[in-house]
């Protein structure tokens, strides 16, 4: 395989980059709007010998194209996304859709002429399901959908792009659909204005700072990133796909006031307040999600997440970033 991850330096992006390398499944080409700094290459140093990091702008419809074609790109997981919410959405509107939309078009169109290409894989999100109902009930992939974001709204169309032009090409093109994601690498970006509430604990923690935290009952499927990139690599190595849509995650919810204990557990000194504007991390009723539902992806490709939230956190304190400070040793 020769594979192609867009949006490969961005959170989910270079995790990916690197648990494919890591599998040996061939070259990775990670492509995003910069080269990697630092932090970055420190991130990719283990798998650096397969690993190439490209300059591109998802939006430029012949640059996607001819890289396509100039490399013989086998596979290609389509990973780049601006994640955003609120006023940013009417104040980022045309952006937006450029980066979450109109470059799936783009690389769709460009997949048709790039005649070694055999899969398309798009990261889509959970953010289409919206807040649930039953906040326990996994969530299935032909469940009711929300599309009351303008993400969820670009998210959802283009895997509806990718399952049509899945048909035009012949090629097998499908969707995935992740949870909360937590681990190694995720910071502020353009793409992604503000980091999550686990990266705040881990922050913290870190830090030996004491914080304030808000949100017991908020649920989310948190899952670690070797879990995502071991399922995007079983897709990507899978003969075929029969479904246009797979959700990957842990497959259960984890309450905040789980995490947070596993946090505390570890050393992390946090007081609960009811009122959250009053703590430093907050999760809040919007945020619940059902975990979503893994028996289809469970059942094709045989997926089975490997990691539990301590195990997943004691895994990220043990990967290196360059600018952070040293972790302390994990001790739940």
């Avoid at 390398?21 to 070259?27: F, H, I, N, P, S």
């Avoid at 990697?36 to 010998?49: D, I, M, Q």
């Avoid at 899952?223 to 995650?249: E, F, K, M």
């Avoid at 842990?250 to 000194?269: D, K, N, P, Y």
Wanted: charged residues 20%.
């Amino acid at each position: 395989m020769k594979i192609l991850v867009t949006g490969g330096l961005g959170f989910v992006g270079i995790n990916l980059v690197r648990g494919l390398a890591e599998r040996g499944l061939g070259e990775v080409i990670a492509a995003d709007l910069s080269l990697p700094g630092p932090a970055e290459e420190a991130f990719l140093e283990p798998v650096r010998a397969c690993v190439r990091c490209c300059p591109l702008d998802v939006r430029d419809r012949a640059a996607l194209a001819a890289l396509l074609t100039d490399e013989a790109v086998t596979h290609v997981v389509h990973a780049a996304a601006i994640t955003v919410s609120g006023e940013a959405e009417r104040s980022q509107a045309d952006t937006i859709v450029a980066v979450n939309l109109e470059s799936t078009l783009h690389l769709l169109a460009a997949a048709l002429h790039a005649p070694a290409l055999e899969k398309v894989l798009l990261v889509s999100s959970s953010g289409v399901y919206g807040t649930p109902v039953d906040l326990w009930r996994p969530q299935r992939e032909e469940g009711p959908l929300d599309l009351t974001s303008l993400y969820a709204l670009t998210k959802y169309s283009a895997e509806l792009f990718v399952a049509h032009y899945a048909g035009l090409s012949g090629k097998a093109m499908a969707a995935v659909r992740l949870p909360a994601v937590y681990g190694p690498q995720e910071r502020i970006r353009a793409s992604r204005p503000h980091t999550s509430a686990v990266h705040q604990l881990m922050v913290a923690l870190r830090a030996s700072r004491a914080v304030r935290v808000a949100g017991p009952e908020v649920a989310r499927d948190w899952t670690y990133t070797a879990d995502i990139a071991a399922g995007v690599a079983a897709l990507l190595a899978a003969p075929r796909w029969q479904q246009p849509v797979y959700n990957l995650s842990c497959g259960r919810s984890i309450s905040f006031a789980e995490v947070v204990e596993t946090f505390r557990a570890a050393g992390l000194q946090a007081t609960w307040v009811a009122d959250a504007s009053e703590a430093e991390i907050a999760m809040r009723p919007h945020q619940n999600r059902a975990p979503l539902d893994i028996s289809r992806i469970r059942q094709e490709i045989g997926y089975e997440p490997l990691y539990s939230l301590s195990d997943g956190l004691k895994a990220w304190q043990q990967v290196s970033n360059v600018g952070v400070k040293a972790p302390r040793a994990w001790q739940p």
